[in-house]
T-cell receptor, first 114, second 115 residues
Framework: AQTVTQSQPEMSVQEAETVTLSCTYD???????LFWYKQPPSRQMILVIR??????QNATENRFSVNFQKAAKSFSLKISDSQLGDAAMYFC???????????FGTGTSLTVIP | GAGVSQSPSNKVTEKGKDVELRCDPI?????LYWYRQSLGQGLEFLIY????????KSGLPSDRFSAERTGGSVSTLTIQRTQQEDSAVYLC?????????????FGQGTRLTVV
């Protein structure tokens, strides 16, 4: 079974501080892709960051970075210098290279405290 | 278009009526996905279209649900004889062909309320 688990339903962070959101996944595939999506109250799912499983280097996008541990099947998201606009639901997602669907976790609701 | 467009944005329907939800993907994207997001829940896969291949309908929850994609572009998700448990946000996404990182671009969704 291919599953994605986000064990933190809710997280909070002080503005300008750093927060890490956890994600683990279960797969027997060796070639796949991982993503973090952000969903603000507007409902629009926005891609935050992507990681190809064949790349050992962790992806970074400005204040967002990941810690990709392939052997442990872990894919955490670190948000540095948190801003009020980062408040949203964050979803971890996985798709195998030959797959027909993205598998999503249940999401982590992030609150940014001014 | 510039992004994935879904219509209507909101739909309220009476139990037992049929509804059609529309998705207009990004031009050139051959892959199209439908997902359902119930209140406070994650995303549930419904159906996947890739080019001219037969769609993967494995996520459709019942035979009341169907979808088509015309001309490899616009897709319509139809729910017949709607039930209250069908109330949810229906999200559509599209992506480029296999061989590239299959990043999914999402529309803003259709919020369906069955009363």
């Amino acid at each position: 079974a291919q599953t994605v688990t986000q064990s933190q339903p809710e997280m909070s962070v002080q503005e300008a501080e750093t927060v890490t959101l956890s994600c683990t996944y279960d797969t027997s595939e060796s070639d796949y892709y991982l993503f973090w999506y952000k969903q603000p109250p507007s409902r629009q799912m926005i891609l935050v960051i992507r990681q190809e499983a064949y790349k050992q280097q962790n992806a970074t996008e400005n204040r967002f970075s990941v810690n990709f541990q392939k052997a442990a099947k872990s894919f955490s998201l670190k948000i540095s210098d948190s801003q009020l606009g980062d408040a949203a639901m964050y979803f971890c997602a996985y798709i195998p290279n030959t797959g027909n669907q993205f598998y999503f976790g249940t999401g982590t609701s992030l609150t940014v405290i001014p | 278009g510039a992004g994935v467009s879904q219509s209507p944005s909101n739909k309220v329907t009476e139990k037992g009526k049929d509804v059609e939800l529309r998705c207009d993907p990004i031009s050139g994207h051959t892959a199209l996905y439908w997902y359902r997001q119930s209140l406070g829940q994650g995303l549930e896969f419904l159906i996947y279209f890739q080019g001219n291949s037969a769609p993967d309908k494995s996520g459709l929850p019942s035979d009341r649900f169907s979808a088509e994609r015309t001309g490899g572009s616009v897709s319509t998700l139809t729910i017949q004889r709607t039930q209250q448990e069908d109330s949810a946000v229906y999200l559509c996404a599209s992506s480029l062909v296999r061989g590239r990182t299959p990043e999914a671009f999402f529309g803003q969704g259709t919020r369906l309320t069955v009363v």
